[in-house]
């Protein structure tokens, strides 16, 4: 039921020109070229037959449509700008837009018509304009090898719809430009607050998945598509840009005013400078994750709060030097002068031996200065090294015996 009301929606909300202000021509060497056709009495080209910064292109789309796209080059551009035109307009008439475009901003250009306008075949629809925007992005792939890191859509009116489709599948992408765009067809028309079946373009649910920085261009007197739309999709924006509210502007003459390719100019100048650096950081900022440092003097091992065992002597996480040092065999602390330099037990070998519960016995001679002996750990011998009087000692003890 959705799809047919769609495409009821379709009729009343796309106008292409009638007849259309171009024709697609094939020239002797094989080449495409665009013809005006406002007088059928004389043809003239769009473009002169000698400049080559114009190709002229037919581009399948999946729903089987061949599409015209008019790529101008630039040989000093670093970008490239995907422009999506609004209703009741084709190639033909933005021609002399392109190429202002491609001189001031200093970009590559590339202009597409939808299904049904211009010298494109098929029938105009929202699902025919998103396969369409795909199709030329493909094109710019393979053809002229433009990566999406290097890519700017620009989408005007009706165009913000496809550009913003395509903006939410590119997460890599330099930035978006939306000209007087749209929140979503039927809010065009009327103030709703809800989402409808019959609804299309809802670009207010997709400009929230736009991962790169947006810029807005809306006229305040614009009597087609409210001042609003705009201020809503730039409040919504994920990384918006300054934007850019001409003061008396309408809806299809902001190109007129000086401040309009000023702010553009602005724009793509930022836009080159950009590095994926910066923009790492300008999302971490949004994200609010803290800032990793190389040295840290904080003694937590990770986010969950676990301590590290600090070191006995200097109180530090891990510390190799102290680590490396032998240990005291009474206390247990490393590099400890004061326990390692004590002397012994005198009745046994053993460190840190209590002297009342030591097992060994001891020489029961008060002159003895040993206690005991270290060689046989009897008393008995002991005595026989005192003075050579053993056999003494043992007749002594036979009588108090």
């Not at 913000?160 to 749209?182: C, D, E, F, N, Y």
């Not at 991962?211 to 994920?238: A, Y």
């Not at 070191?311 to 190799?320: D, I, R, V």
Request: aromatic share 8%; glycine share 6%.
């Amino acid at each position: 039921m959705g799809c047919v009301v769609s495409q009821l929606a379709a009729k009343f909300a796309f106008f292409p020109p009638s007849p259309p202000t171009y024709r697609i021509k094939k020239r002797d060497d094989g080449r495409l070229t665009a013809v005006s056709a406002s007088s059928a009495a004389a043809v003239a080209p769009i473009a002169s037959a000698d400049d080559d910064s114009l190709d002229v292109l037919l581009v399948d789309t999946r729903r089987g449509n061949k599409i015209v796209a008019f790529y101008l080059r630039n040989p000093y551009a670093r970008l490239t700008l995907l422009y999506s035109h609004g209703n009741a307009a084709d190639l033909g008439q933005l021609y002399d837009l392109f190429v202002q475009l491609k001189v001031n901003l200093r970009v590559n250009v590339m202009g597409y018509d939808y299904s049904g306008y211009g010298a494109s075949t098929g029938k105009p629809s929202e699902s025919n304009t998103y396969t369409d925007i795909e199709a030329v992005y493909n094109c710019l792939e393979t053809e002229y090898g433009v990566s999406q890191e290097n890519l700017i859509l620009y989408g005007q009116s009706v165009g913000s719809g496809p550009t913003l489709h395509l903006a939410a599948k590119l997460p890599r992408l330099r930035g978006v430009v939306l000209h007087s765009a749209i929140l979503s067809g039927l809010r065009v028309l009327c103030h709703v607050k809800f989402s409808f079946c019959c609804d299309i373009y809802k670009n207010i649910n997709k400009i929230r998945k736009v991962k790169c920085p947006v810029l807005v261009i809306h006229g305040t007197d614009d009597d087609v598509v409210n001042w609003l739309h705009g201020h809503g999709l730039w409040k919504m924006s994920r990384e918006p840009f300054d934007p850019l509210w001409i003061k008396g502007g309408g809806h299809c003459n902001l190109e007129l005013y000086t401040d309009y390719i000023r702010h553009l100019c602005r724009f793509v100048h930022e836009m080159e400078s950009i590095t994926t650096e910066i923009r790492l950081k300008k999302i971490r900022q949004t994200l609010h994750l803290p800032r990793r440092s190389s040295t840290s003097t904080s003694t937590k091992c990770c986010r969950i709060k676990f301590q590290r065992p600090k070191c006995a002597e200097c109180s530090l996480p891990s510390c190799a030097k102290c680590s490396c040092q032998p240990k005291c065999t009474r206390c247990w602390r490393p590099s400890c002068f004061k326990c390692f330099c004590k002397p012994k037990c005198l009745r046994c070998p053993r460190p840190s031996c209590p002297r009342l519960s030591c097992p060994q016995p001891s020489c029961p001679r008060p002159s003895c200065p040993r206690p005991s002996c270290v060689k046989c750990l009897s008393w008995v011998c002991c005595c026989c090294c005192c003075g050579g009087r053993g056999g003494e000692v043992n007749d002594n003890r036979s009588r108090e015996v």
